[in-house]
């Protein structure tokens, strides 16, 4: 009975919270949340050092959580420090299939409520959450993605922190947008409405480690729109992302509209694909395994209710192409922070730099006396600038291409080349020169602080431009760096379909939600662009309804009179 009272006063405290707030999210207009600086002393500094002390010295415990229900298992597994693999941030289980198809079952009971909720009201409780994580969580986020994923304060304050919070501000405003349209009713008789319904069905998000903003931001948005969502997170960031889904359910996402399902990948993949409920894939993660995806979604498709909707961001061989009119030192500073900033675990890294043969000595000494001062170590230590790559998987594939650096005879290691596993997963930031366009190092994805240079003749430039445009099965991220007007609309011509979001001497990596929505094509993904208002188009089920007001009094059409 108490248990009883206590939940009917909180949604009284729900209903009237959301109905003070309801009209400031009619209109909402969404702006950039503030990027903090973290100088030393300064007061964002302090609470992001204790924080750090906070989590230093504790191992979390996370369970699968499936409606209101969490769930330990005996089988327990652990997330670790990259830059210190000793020490455990967090322990964590398994789901089994018969756990998952129990959180299909949660999050279809959980729609029926939540799918016919105002779009006001599932808007203001991820303004909640954007709240919430932009102040009393900001730190907590800060810290838990500095441990579990060795991002850097800088890192970790431009994800963690400013791209989440943009993610849900600018998504409740874009929502607003996409649901405006109403069709024409021509005539006091007929009156045409457009009715934004969630899909029927469940959507599964499965996120990847190396951004905390795309881990809360891919089941999200669905249930922004009126879906429900089973969340696998990553292994290697699922203290930041389970701190995510805990924030949401304080701002009152209710229990059931997102489940949080560690898992082992083709466990949740098999038991997702083989449920007829299955409407919707959202995914961040490698070719082969979205690939994967979608083939087993077509050999099961007589078995969906609806189409299942397959959303995917698979990463990038992103380049830099410069042309012989470009500023040497704006090549020589994107480039450097694009190829080793967070390790070059971003999809939108440059892997890969096309620049004049003439240009490329003073490029060349450019990077080496920058890489002089670049300091590679933990990334609780403020001066490093590059940390370790995530796990031993991805480590021993950057030692793999490194090996196959140094015994190739047209590629020679310009600088780096080394790694150490012993304490943490480090690589040294590595330049490679290579006479070979072809190589293994200009078309494979890496994942890693390793950059890839073709010096090619000045003259050939629009024939090394249709070379660097074939060479990758990738179409994420791309870069000129031109001066020379002739040139620069050759080479955007050129490169039309070779990047979803390009850039013209600017660096290949840090797109800003609402400034610059988010996706490739090619083997990069399905170009959905996260981050702009035609993405939440993939979670509506559109329905067009027509009244009449007047009964029809005839079947006849004019044509058919006599006279």
């Known amino acids: 009975m108490a248990t009883s009272v206590a939940r009917h006063a909180s949604r ?3 209903h009237t919270r959301l109905a003070r707030h309801m009209s400031s ?4 207009q969404a702006v950039n949340e503030p990027i903090l600086e973290y100088r030393p002393g300064s007061p964002e500094s302090k609470e992001l050092e204790e924080a750090i002390r906070r989590y230093e010295g504790k191992v979390v415990d996370i369970p699968i959580v499936i409606g209101d229900e969490e769930i330990r298992l005996d089988q327990v597994r652990s997330q670790v420090r990259p830059f210190d693999h000793q020490k455990k941030v967090a322990t964590f289980c398994y789901a089994t299939p018969e756990l998952v198809t129990k959180a299909v079952e949660s999050s279809l009971k959980a729609r029926k409520d939540w799918e016919k909720r105002p779009q006001e009201e599932r808007s203001r409780i991820f303004l909640d959450a954007a709240d919430l994580m932009a102040k009393k969580y900001r730190m907590d986020l800060m810290a838990a993605t500095m441990l579990g994923q060795a991002k850097n304060i800088v890192q970790a304050e431009i994800d963690a922190a400013a791209e989440l919070v943009d993610f849900l501000r600018f998504n409740v405003m874009f929502a607003q947008k996409v649901t405006e349209y109403q069709p024409i009713s021509p005539d006091n008789v007929i009156t045409n409405t457009m009715s934004y319904r969630g899909m029927e069905g469940f959507w599964a998000a499965i996120t990847p480690f190396n951004f905390t903003a795309i881990g809360g931001h891919l089941p999200m948005a669905p249930a922004l729109m009126g879906n429900v969502c089973l969340w696998k997170p990553s292994d290697t960031a699922m203290l930041s992302n389970y701190l995510v889904y805990k924030v949401y359910r304080e701002a009152g996402l209710p229990a059931g509209v997102i489940n949080f399902l560690p898992a082992d990948g083709p466990v949740f993949g098999n038991t997702i694909l083989a449920s007829p409920d299955l409407c919707g894939i959202n995914f961040t993660g490698s070719v082969r395994t979205f690939k994967t995806l979608w083939k087993q979604v077509a050999d099961n498709l007589d078995i969906y209710r609806t189409y299942p909707r397959l959303i995917g961001e ?20 994107g480039t450097l922070l694009s190829a080793f900033e967070f390790n070059g675990q971003k999809c939108s890294a440059c892997s890969r730099l096309y620049v004049p043969q003439s240009m490329w000595p003073k490029v060349k000494d450019g990077l080496l006396a920058a890489l002089k001062e670049v300091k590679v170590g933990s990334p609780l230590d403020r001066q490093n600038l590059v940390t370790a790559v995530i796990d031993d998987k991805a480590f021993d594939r950057n030692k793999s291409f490194l090996d196959k650096a140094k015994s190739d005879p047209s590629m020679t290691i310009v600088a780096g080349g080394t790694c150490d596993n012993s304490q943490g997963y480090f690589v040294q930031p590595t330049i490679v020169e290579t006479s070979d366009p072809s190589c293994v190092l200009m078309q494979e994805e890496i994942f890693g602080p390793v950059l890839t ?19 990758s099965p990738f179409g994420l991220t791309g870069a000129i760096y031109v001066q020379d007007g002739a040139a620069r609309e050759q080479l955007c011509a050129m490169f039309r379909d070779a990047a979803g979001n390009f850039y013209i001497n600017d660096k290949s990596t840090g797109s800003v939600v609402g400034q610059q929505p988010f996706g490739g094509a090619r083997l990069s993904g399905t170009n959905d662009k996260a981050g702009g208002p035609h993405y939440l188009t993939k979670f509506i089920s559109q329905q067009a309804i027509k009244e009449r007001s007047k009964p029809m009094t005839t079947w006849k059409y004019p044509s058919m009179e006599t006279q």
């Not at 698979?314 to 500073?333: E, L, P, R, T």
């Not at 430039?461 to 070379?467: N, Y």
């Open 12 to 14: 009284c405290l729900r």
């Open 25 to 28: 999210v009619k209109g909402y």
């Open 314 to 333: 698979c990463g990038g061989k992103n380049m830099h192409f410069v042309h012989k009119s470009a500023d040497v030192q704006s090549v020589v500073n």
């Open 453 to 471: 240079v073709y010096p090619y003749p000045d003259e050939q430039f629009l024939q090394t431009a249709e070379v660097a445009n074939q060479t």
